[in-house]
Each structure stands twice: as structure tokens, then as C-alpha cells.
């Protein structure tokens, strides 16, 4: 690879991970590259405080903003936090619980589950609704928030069928999901109370 090659790679893995998530399967020659490239990514994006996380096993890579350490001036935020709420929190849950039963499973490594299925999983959790349509519609824009965040892929030519994208792993570890079962516990306990 030449120089002006070098530096137009250099340059097109940049922009795709500043824009998100690497996905080895959605651009395999931007994949192929970061792996050449990988130590000059890393000092590129070190210069803005951020690190480059790379999962070959999983096929993704993404930045992150990087720990201030001892005595290092903070750094203003590149990379937005988000505060989820309580539906979108329950929904990542539940799909990286199914993630982790399908992985155990064996077998093919995508999970596809319909929009259906994904209602049934959340519905378990929510307050009995007299409106059906007005709890399938906000399970919807749920649902279309999980999209927007990376973690489900809807399926092309195939209506209502999604994808559980494997970084959901990453960001919604076994202490994420734990530390969430003790909260859903807490909540249940409190409608238990205020209901019962």
C-alpha cells in the first residue's frame, strides 16, 4: 500500500468510526484496513481522548472517550453519553438475555427475531394496558430507538424482522444486566405496594 493509499484508508476508517460502529460484515474493506492500520487509528484518535476498541471476535470496532488519568486535564466530550430510559433500558436487557440464550444455543451466530417476538419478550414486563394498540405502538418507538442506537439492524426486503446487532454485549455487559434486575426487582416490589 502506497503512501496517498495509506492516507485515503487512514482517512475513510476515520470517518466511519467517528460516525459509529465499524461493522466487519457492512464494510469488510474499511474492516480490512483498520486491522492494517490499527496503531496509526489509535494515535490519531488518542490525539482527541478517545480510544479504539476492536472485537474481531464479535466484528466491530468503535471509539470511546478515554479515562482522564491522574493529573491529566480533562478533555471535553467527542463521543455524547446517553441517558436511557426505563423502557429502552428494559428492551436492551431482554435482548441481551436473548442474545446470550441464543449464543448458548449454538448454531448460526445472528439472532433474527421478529417484531413480534420482541413485543411478547417486553410485554412480560409492563403494567397490563386496557389499549393494546397504544402499548404495541410505544413498544414500537422503543424498538426504533434501539435501532437508532446501533444494537438492533432492521432487515432489508424483510418487514419487521430485526437483527441483534453482538455489540449489544459490549455496552450491555452481565453487571449492566445485573445491576438492572436488581432496579426491575425494586420496581415490581414498589407497584406490588402501591397496587397491592
Do not use: C, M
Given at each position: 500500500m502506497d503512501q496517498a493509499d495509506s492516507t485515503t484508508s487512514l482517512s475513510a476508517v476515520l470517518v466511519t468510526l467517528y460516525k459509529?460502529?465499524?461493522?466487519?460484515?457492512?464494510?469488510?474493506?474499511?474492516?480490512?484496513?483498520?486491522?492494517?492500520?490499527?496503531?496509526k487509528v489509535r494515535d490519531h484518535v488518542a490525539l482527541l481522548g478517545l480510544e479504539l476498541l476492536v472485537?474481531?471476535?464479535e466484528g466491530h470496532a468503535y471509539l470511546r472517550q478515554r479515562a482522564p488519568g491522574d493529573g491529566d486535564p480533562e478533555i471535553p466530550r467527542l463521543v455524547q453519553r446517553r441517558q436511557l430510559g426505563y423502557a429502552v433500558s428494559l428492551l436492551l436487557a431482554l435482548l441481551r438475555k436473548k442474545l446470550a440464550q441464543h449464543d448458548a444455543a449454538?448454531?448460526?451466530?445472528?439472532?433474527?427475531?421478529?417484531?413480534?417476538?420482541?413485543?411478547?419478550?417486553?410485554r412480560l414486563f409492563v403494567a397490563d394496558?386496557?389499549?393494546?394498540?397504544?402499548?404495541?405502538?410505544?413498544i414500537d418507538a422503543d424498538i426504533n430507538k434501539v435501532v437508532e442506537l446501533g444494537f438492533l439492524r432492521s432487515l432489508r426486503g424483510q418487514d419487521n424482522q430485526y437483527e441483534?446487532?453482538?455489540?449489544?454485549?459490549?455496552?450491555?455487559?452481565?453487571?449492566?444486566?445485573?445491576?438492572?434486575?436488581?432496579?426491575?426487582?425494586?420496581?415490581?416490589g414498589q407497584l406490588e405496594i402501591d397496587h397491592g
Open positions: 459509529g460502529v465499524l461493522y466487519h460484515d457492512q464494510k469488510p474493506e474499511a474492516w480490512q484496513s483498520l486491522l492494517k492500520l490499527e496503531g472485537v474481531e471476535a449454538g448454531g448460526d451466530t445472528r439472532l433474527i427475531l421478529s417484531r413480534e417476538q420482541i413485543v411478547e419478550l417486553v394496558s386496557s389499549n393494546e394498540a397504544k402499548l404495541v405502538d410505544r441483534v446487532r453482538r455489540i449489544i454485549k459490549t455496552f450491555v455487559d452481565a453487571q449492566w444486566v445485573s445491576d438492572f434486575a436488581k432496579r426491575l426487582e425494586e420496581y415490581r
